[in-house]
């Protein structure tokens, strides 16, 4: 089967929904994209996509780990009011102060568009008009009353921001989701180059679930690959008005390869080689709190794996209008493949000793 374009890919992906806990309609959309690029696919416990494409070679085989989460942050429905007002709760960071006003999807019964709500600021007491919307002063409208909204949504059903791909100017695309599905769009664009390369090392590639509330998909995932080098790609900090210079990495510049506590320094090297030699364009990103990331879960798997963290520039994080570049995402799967070709035996035999 012919693959499709990055930008067709992550336009599939994200336009899918899948919060957290609820990923199982998102890895089938991402196993039909990526087929005829690995050898196998499974659906593990938890709900992690794992596609393995094998190396070349006598075994036994280095077992590689790229591992980017495929979960959402979303809402999930806490009260049905009798003039049918939709209460919420939050699954994931949300900001609250960018719901009102936005267009949801209430997954009910059937998909429900919806309206976020809030008081008008017309008849706020005083001083509200200066603080956030609390939590419990918003709801979902889906122009239905009480009795009509319970036939169709009940007390735990999800609910989506309703956005649509948005293609920018040059090769910037905006939409839901891009943290961390353009992590995704990674590994398919790693797997695309590795379909024409000579690999010895075993790749298994992981759409991981449950990152946004606590790295659970990495955890499992890992114990069970036990992987000899781990890689997680998220997204970082793209450079934006009001975010300070050192707090950000620029937008198409290339990936940012992570260095601190959570990254093996051999491997870290080694990826900066990799980029230099080939003149594929990257930047260093500090990370210095380990948590946050599939890097920390992976990191501390059974007893320690080596592990690194590429990070996609990613602009105004957890709203529904994440923009990457797609030429960082690009690179970042070509220097992922053109690393997996030139590990060897001495190579992972070196990460243990460092």
């Not at 509330?213 to 992987?227: D, E, K, L, M, N």
């Not at 934006?240 to 290339?254: C, F, H, L």
Request: aromatic letters at 4%.
């Amino acid at each position: 089967m012919a693959t499709v374009g990055l930008a067709e890919f992550l336009g599939n992906i994200i336009s899918e929904a899948g919060v957290s806990g609820h990923e199982d309609k998102v890895a089938a959309v991402v196993q039909k994209g990526m087929s005829g690029l690995f050898d196998e696919a499974r659906t593990d416990a938890l709900g992690n996509l794992i596609v393995l494409k094998r190396g070349i070679g006598r075994a036994p085989h280095p077992r590689v780990m790229l591992a980017a989460h495929m979960d959402e942050i979303g809402l999930m429905v806490t009260k049905i009011e009798d003039q049918g007002c939709l209460r919420v709760t939050q699954i994931g960071g949300i900001d609250r102060r960018i719901l009102p006003g936005l267009e949801v999807i209430v997954h009910g019964r059937k998909k429900l568009p919806g309206v976020v709500g809030a008081k008008p600021p017309h008849v706020q007491e005083r001083g509200e008009r200066e603080k956030s919307v609390k939590w419990e002063d918003l709801y979902v409208d889906i122009g239905l009353a009480g009795d009509e909204a319970r036939e169709l949504v009940q007390i735990g059903d999800t609910i989506t921001f309703a956005q649509t791909p948005i293609k920018l100017q040059g090769q910037f695309m905006a939409g839901k989701t891009m943290d961390d599905r353009a992590g995704v769009g990674v590994l398919y664009e790693c797997l695309r180059a590795l379909k024409t390369m000579r690999h010895h090392a075993d790749v298994y590639c992981v759409a991981t679930v449950q990152e946004e509330v606590g790295v659970r998909g990495a955890t499992t995932s890992t114990y069970g690959i036990v992987p000899d080098v781990g890689i997680a790609i998220d997204v970082g900090f793209g450079d934006q008005a009001s975010v300070p210079e050192y707090q950000s990495i620029s937008m198409d510049k290339g990936p940012g390869i992570s260095i601190g506590p959570a990254v093996h320094p051999a491997i870290h090297e080694r990826l900066k080689s990799v980029a230099g030699e080939l003149e594929i364009s990257v930047q260093v990103d500090p990370s210095p709190h380990p948590g946050g990331t599939d890097a920390f879960a992976i990191q501390i798997a059974r007893a320690g794996i080596p592990t690194a963290l590429i990070s996609i520039p990613l602009r105004y994080m957890h709203t529904a209008v994440e923009t990457v570049c797609l030429t960082d995402i690009e690179r970042a799967g070509r220097l992922l493949a053109e690393f997996i070709v030139r590990i060897d035996k001495k190579f992972v035999e070196g990460l243990k000793c460092f």
